[in-house]
């Protein structure tokens, strides 16, 4: 219990270090431009994506400022003396700008890209690693399968070599007795359809023939006797 209680506040500790604020912000910076004697001063201006320029009247002329260039237009309305402009610079690029009532007064302002705010983080603290736990003799020994056992494969082919033998053996005796049954079935069959013999049909018509003969020759002789004079 008490090395969980160790590791769970070590883990809290790792997760609260990771989770920091971030750095703050850059605040934003207002820069002035004075329109005095006929120009803008400065004329060449460098500032950051958010900040925030003002222009001031200081000519007894009317001015304004028109950009010629950039990556977005920008145009004030028209400041007497003692007038002022803001404007709020967002999209980063070189500016180019102008009075348009004094083609003469020409200024350019750059506007760099905002810096990406960085969040600060340490090294996370590795958790204690606990102690392994003894696994019992009985666990640790690798189980005895005997169906993969050397021995028991060797008796499983013995007794399929000798199933194969056996039935090996019982295929040519099951054949024999097959084609032993088969022989008569093919005896009658051939006796049924084999043709009679011409020298057996002949004797049999020559028998018919002299039976009919001797028949005849009876028949009249009983016919002279019972004609004849002494026959009465």
Do not use: I
């Amino acid at each position: 219990m008490p090395r969980l209680t160790s590791l769970l506040a070590a883990l809290f500790l790792a997760g609260t270090a990771l989770v920091l604020p971030a750095a703050p912000a850059r605040a934003a910076t207002t820069h002035q431009v004075a329109m005095s004697g006929y120009a803008f001063a400065p004329r060449s201006l460098t500032v950051t994506a958010g900040d925030t320029v003002t222009w001031t009247n200081q000519d007894q002329a009317p001015h304004d400022v028109k950009t010629t260039s950039g990556p977005a237009a920008v145009h004030s309305p028209m400041l007497s003396k003692g007038g002022s402009w803001s404007h709020t610079f967002t999209t980063p690029g070189t500016y180019g700008y102008v009075c348009t009532v004094h083609p003469n007064m020409t200024a350019q302002l750059v506007v760099l890209p905002a810096p990406t705010p960085t969040a600060h983080s340490h090294p996370a603290t590795s958790a204690p690693t606990p102690a392994p736990t003894r696994r019992s003799a009985a666990a640790a020994m690798p189980s005895m399968d005997m169906t993969h056992s050397p021995h028991a494969s060797r008796s499983a082919h013995a007794d399929h070599s000798a199933d194969a033998a056996a039935q090996a053996s019982e295929t040519p005796s099951a054949a024999a007795s097959a084609s032993t049954q088969s022989a008569p079935d093919l005896q009658n069959a051939a006796s049924t359809t084999r043709p009679l013999d011409p020298l057996l049909l002949l004797t049999g018509v020559v028998a018919g023939v002299s039976v009919l003969c001797l028949l005849l020759v009876g028949s009249r002789a009983s016919a002279a006797r019972s004609e004849s004079p002494g026959g009465d």
